[in-house]
């Protein structure tokens, strides 16, 4: 796949791992590993990562390193069989830079004030998104099923929870933090997903039809589409502030929907610039998803004397599922970002933990609303990958 | 029985097809054929109500099925398109099984009307039931089109253009097959192509189109010599009207007893289970040997057509050809006097 423009034999059959090798090595040597301050509020002295872990776990990620540099050659293992090198080293190095930094936290607050507090470094964030992208092109390379893909995750998802059930962090900032504050998080992831949750049903119940609209009826495409379009580039804040406006008069003055919570403030707002962002990558997906039906298969389907019913149902609504839900991912992952902007008009989320962490210089409060989100996306692309799989008909597999 | 009364469509002022009537006996081939944009697709389409009709009437039996509910007339007739249309999600067994699925039949008279059809075909049930169709050749996409038009025994069975975009190789095959399958079945074919050659090789009656308006209407060898106006013998080509006739004619028509005697000019040697295995004479030019094997590629059968057994002893060199059976054995030989002796 990488083709060495150079002359002379080639050495590096992975580039990419080989840099981000190197990024990490660079990172780990010359970024502070984790910070160290007496309270919350100011900011610590740096920390490097040959101080801040025991000796066994800086020789466990020399040797990962080690066995790393050897997965991006040529010789003697080659592409492959480094790439599947790599799927056992890269996560070691991440559960152990993981590991490394709980158990530094814990061994440096056993003698200090009950204040002080241990925070994770910029090296830390260099290592674990390094050895991620690792593994991310590792599979890339190795052109693995979805099945094993998930399986895989689903094992590295399992180690750091079982790390995090285990306590290993309960000695960082963001940890105590965290407990500070863990009936409001709860409270507020539950708003965060409800908030989506709510956006995007009502964007199927209207988008569907919409696309089916646009797919039968072309001449609607045009106005369509360009009155969605408009939406999508509106600002997102904009979006919400342009909102809370007209909402409030409509709350004030239709008294039962000023009841059922429809406010310039708080979740009608966040939800209905949420629909609106939404619409339009569903009612463009399902429209191409029918379009994508070969007319010689509707063709044959009317022929054979099937109703239009049974046509929409059982021919075109499974050909065009796979586009369908490829828009619904989209979405999804859009929505769970653009919930954090909500928090903004008072919707609440996640996002209000960012807000508010950046408002008091607090950084482990914005850290605890950006990773959950960040989690949060990644998780949802993830299974709305297996289901797009999943929905492609079998003969299409 | 199907009759077509007075079939037109117009588009705005624009005629595409203009009163057409003809009627299809039950049992028959017919081909509808003419040049492109003559009206065959529209004319087949408008039979099973995917054109609605401008004005006419449709006779399925002695039933008036104009004013039936599309849907339902739909499921009485089987169509098969060039382009096949199988679902690409379903199996061949449940692509087949789609209108007995929409008639409602139980599952068990689907699943063994399936496997029949496969059989027909001669695709093995136990192979192909369960495949899809990305997984099929394009000759065994189209067979299980065709089955699949097949299925709930249709009283008319609708085709247009269902081998034009098979390479001629399978065209040929799918012919065949075509001609086996319509004498076993003997379900009645309407069927659009604009290749003369195919509907000689498969029509029991022609109609010929030109520009919205049925020409003529007749048995295929009437077509050849009895062309009702000029465009008929335009359209279907002078230049080799000899051999389209002879693609009409089969061997069994112009089969004489083989001699098997050492006296007469020509005669056989055949081994104990009567198989030819070497001609004595029989040969138009001096320079080939008196006495030459039999080979299987210079036999006939009583059901080839004469062209091709005339192409036989064309490529052969040879006046005469044996006519064997499916054992193989000598029945008969077909010659070049014979051809020639008698008016085509
Ligand atoms: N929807 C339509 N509106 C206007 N004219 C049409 C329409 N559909 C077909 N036609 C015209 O009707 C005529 C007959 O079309 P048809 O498809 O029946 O031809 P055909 O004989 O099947 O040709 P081919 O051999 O190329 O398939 C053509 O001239 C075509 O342009
Ligand atoms: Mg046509």
Not at chain 1, 242 to 253: E, I, R
Not at chain 1, 355 to 366: H, K, S
Request: contains cysteine.
């Amino acid at each position: 796949m990488n083709h060495d423009e150079h002359d002379g034999p080639r050495r590096i059959a992975n580039r990419v791992l080989a840099t981000l090798l190197v990024a990490s090595l660079a990172g780990a040597v010359l970024l502070p590993f984790a910070a160290m301050a007496p309270n919350r509020l100011v900011s610590g002295e740096s920390v490097s990562l040959l101080t801040a872990l025991r000796p066994w776990q800086t020789l466990g990620l020399a040797a990962l390193a080690g066995a790393l540099a050897l997965a991006c050659l040529v010789r003697p293992l080659g592409e492959r069989r480094g790439a599947r090198l790599t799927l056992v080293a890269a996560p070691l190095a991440l559960l152990l830079t993981l590991y490394g930094l709980g158990d530094y936290a814990q061994r440096a607050l056993t003698d200090a004030s009950p204040a002080a507090r241990v925070s994770q470094g910029a090296a830390f964030w260099v290592l674990v998104f390094c050895t991620s992208l690792m593994i991310v092109d590792a599979f890339q390379r190795l052109g693995s099923s979805l099945w094993l893909r998930s399986g895989y995750g689903l094992l590295l998802v399992a180690a750091v929870a079982a790390l995090f059930a285990t306590g290993t962090f309960n000695a960082l900032s963001i940890l105590r933090e965290y407990f500070n504050i863990e009936d409001a998080f709860v409270d507020q992831f539950v708003t965060h997903l409800t908030l989506v949750g709510l956006a995007l049903a009502p964007t199927l119940a209207i988008g569907l039809p919409l696309g089916l609209l646009a797919h039968r009826r072309p001449a609607t495409r045009g106005v369509l589409f360009s009155v969605l379009n408009v939406f999508q580039t509106i600002p997102s804040i904009a979006l919400f502030a342009l909102l809370v406006a007209p909402l409030s008069a409509l709350g004030d003055a239709v008294p039962w929907l000023g009841a059922l919570g429809v406010a310039g403030i708080g979740a009608a707002p966040a939800i209905l610039a949420l629909i609106l962002y939404s619409l339009l990558p569903i009612v463009r997906n399902t429209q191409a998803g029918f379009a994508g039906v070969d007319p010689a298969t509707r063709e044959a389907a009317r022929g054979m004397g099937m109703t239009r019913q049974q046509i929409l149902w059982r021919v075109e609504v499974p050909l065009a599922l796979p586009v369908i839900l490829s828009g619904l991912r989209i979405v999804t992952v859009q929505a769970i970002g653009l919930t954090v902007v909500a928090a903004l008009i008072g919707a609440g989320g996640l996002g209000a933990f960012i807000f508010q962490g950046l408002g008091q210089y607090a950084i482990d409060l914005v850290l605890l609303g950006a990773v959950p989100t960040i989690a949060l996306a990644v998780i949802a692309d993830f299974l709305m990958q297996i289901l797009v799989a999943v929905s492609r008909p079998a003969g299409a597999r | 029985m199907i009759e077509l009364q007075g079939l037109t469509k117009t588009y705005g002022d624009k005629t595409v097809v203009s009163d057409i009537s003809l009627r299809v006996e039950r049992g028959e081939f017919s081909v509808l054929i003419g040049p492109s944009g003559c009206g065959k697709s529209t004319t087949l389409r408008m039979i099973n109500r995917l054109i609605p009709l401008t004005s006419g009437r449709i006779l399925l039996g002695d039933e008036d099925v104009t004013r039936l509910p599309a849907e339902q007339l739909r499921r009485r007739i089987g169509y098969a398109i060039q382009s096949i249309g199988l679902f690409p999600h379903w199996t061949v067994a449940d692509n087949i099984a789609v209108v007995p699925n929409l008639l409602k039949w139980p599952s068990a008279r689907i699943a063994s009307r399936v496997d029949e059809l496969l059989d027909l075909f001669h695709l093995d049930a136990g192979e192909f039931r369960d495949k899809y169709p990305h997984q099929l050749s394009g000759g065994q996409a189209q067979r299980v089109g065709v089955a699949r038009a097949l299925a709930a025994d249709p009283e008319v069975l609708l085709m247009d253009e269902p081998f034009g975009a098979v390479d001629p190789l399978t065209r040929e095959v799918l012919q065949n097959e075509m001609r086996r399958v319509h004498e076993q079945t003997g379900t009645t074919v309407i069927f659009v192509t604009h290749d003369m050659d195919e509907a000689l090789k498969l029509a029991s009656r022609i109609a010929l189109l030109d520009a919205g308006r049925l020409v003529q209407y007749d048995r295929p060898i009437e077509l050849l010599t009895a062309p009702a106006e000029a465009f008929v013998s335009d359209f279907i080509g002078k230049a080799d009207l000899g051999l389209k006739l002879l693609s009409r004619r089969w061997v069994h028509q112009y089969q004489q007893a083989a001699t098997t005697s050492g006296d007469a000019p020509h005669h056989w040697e055949t081994d104990a289970q009567g198989h030819p295995t070497c001609l004595h004479g029989g040969r138009p030019t001096a320079d080939v040997p008196p006495r030459v094997a039999v080979t299987d590629d210079w036999t006939a059968t009583p059901g080839m057509t004469m062209k091709e057994a005339l192409s036989r002893m064309v490529w052969y060199r040879v006046g005469v050809l044996p006519v064997i059976d499916d054992a193989g054995r000598l029945i008969g030989e077909v010659t070049l006097e014979g051809v020639m002796g008698r008016q085509p």
